[in-house]
């Protein structure tokens, strides 16, 4: 992350500063050939006027050495941070007493427990940013084969569409709580989802610039909300308790969820540092993201999991809860008078900062999708999602709790059997048979995929036989207790870490790539 706005900009197409020392970036050098199409052409003109504004033009090609700048190593701990303070991490605290019995202690300890194990697979794979200088899902390729790293990116936009729903979700009933019920629902989405796109759309330079703040907004709400916590707090309560088999499920399900909350990151931590010199530590990118990965956003998850708990025994607050979040917390902050709603607009407001991700990323994805997917626009495609999820959010908006408890489990079955393939390859099988990563985009020198494809079936296998979810529990998962326990993630990733080894050594003995 650059140490300031102006060294950002060294990154676009048109070179800002005589005295940089970078080359300047081309635009997707697909899409600049020079393409027959006369609306293709236009729009590679406007997209070159925009980049020299700062807009970033470039796709998901490969950052070379010399492109590359020494970065700021604090604002980048501080980019996750600002991604993970927010409003859906409080949500996601908030389901482990509300929905699974934990009790506070209990779900404080998975949340900083299991949230470290997930952080550190999403750190893991952002070194592959800065040592290949490709997009995280771009460097697939050389794992997955190029139809697979479709597939890849098509799971991730799925991954994306569902955390930017939660996002817009959250966010629009964070700004009706606000005007005190007077802004439908709907609009609030539109709000957030609008301003998202925007930050978004502006690509690396504006990423980075706004999210270095950003976490300073929902910290001063998190702040106000533990002290009304701490002033209610009188006991640990426990809820009613499961008998031991029926409790250990539920403390195995909401494993799962807390695993993909922080996971999540697996399949894009490596997207934002591309123009990190190759000679950069890898413990130094580890750490950092790590620690912002995991630290801060924990705070905001585990104030969730308090003011939870606070229902317990307080019954005007568990009267106060009907389904929305927001409207909650307004209630728990009855006693600020109107200042909270100026609480509750910053907590709305901390969503932005995680929907950009989800949008720049999202853009990022769509571009694997064959060699005519990379001709059109990064932003073209953000905007594209920025629609979509507009629209699945409004149509989803009162089923918010079942949209959260569907989609984090489902994202963290599918990041971890990813993160297994990706890790072995680089780990085991690129040291030994070499890498050449200027084939990142010839189809006939990437890897065919078929010891990849099978990995990932049979981790896919796995993750089903495990699984224990509202609409489907796997043979292995319905057995866990009287309600079942989520064992998806744990069998999805040894399915596909035992498998894969000896099929890509196959693979790469028949095939030579």
Known sequence: MAANVRDLGRYSVKEKDPEAAVTP???????????????????????????????????????????????????????????????????????????????????????????????????????????????????????????????????????????????????????????????????????????????????????????????????????????????????SPVPVPDNSEAHAGRVLSYIAIIFGSYAGWTPVSGDYYIYFPENTPDWKVFCMSFLGIWVIPSFATTCGAAFASTTLYKAEWAAAYTGSDTDFIGQALNGLGNARYFFIFLLGWSLISNNIFNLYSIGLSAQLFGKQAIKVPRFIWTLCASILITILSIVGRNSFSAVLLNLLALIGYWSMIYFGIFGLEFALIRPKFGLDLSAWNDRTKLPPGYAAGFAFGFGAMGAVLGMNQTWYQGKIGAHIGEWGGDLGIELGFGFAIVTYPFLRYVEFKKFGR
């Not at 794992?143 to 890849?152: E, L, N």
Request: positive net charge.
């Open 25 to 235: 970036v081309p635009v997707n050098n697909d899409f600049a050939a020079g393409h027959p199409s006369r609306v293709l052409r236009k729009l590679e003109y406007y997209i070159r006027k925009l980049d020299s504004y700062g807009l970033e033009a470039r796709g998901i090609e490969r950052v070379k050495s010399e492109e590359r700048q020494p970065q700021n190593w604090v604002a980048l701990s501080l980019l996750w941070s600002s991604a993970g303070l927010t409003l859906s991490s409080y949500s996601t605290g908030f389901l482990g007493v509300k929905v699974y019995n934990l009790s506070f202690p209990q779900a404080a300890g998975i949340i900083w427990s299991v949230g470290a194990l997930g952080a550190m697979c999403s750190a893991y794979m952002a070194i592959f940013g800065k040592r290949n200088g490709l997009r995280a899902l771009t460097s697939s390729r050389f794992a997955f084969g190029w139809y697979g790293a479709m597939v890849m990116a098509l799971f991730n936009v799925f991954t994306e569409v569902s955390y930017g729903i939660i996002d817009c979700i959250l966010g629009g009933q964070a700004l009706r709580t606000v005007s005190k019920g007077k802004l439908p629902l709907p609009v609030g989405i539109i709000v957030i989802s609008a301003i998202s796109w925007i930050i978004a759309t502006g690509g690396y330079k504006f990423i980075h610039a706004y999210s270095r703040f950003a976490f300073i907004v929902p910290m001063i709400s998190f702040i106000a909300m533990y002290a009304v916590f701490g002033a209610e707090f009188t006991s």
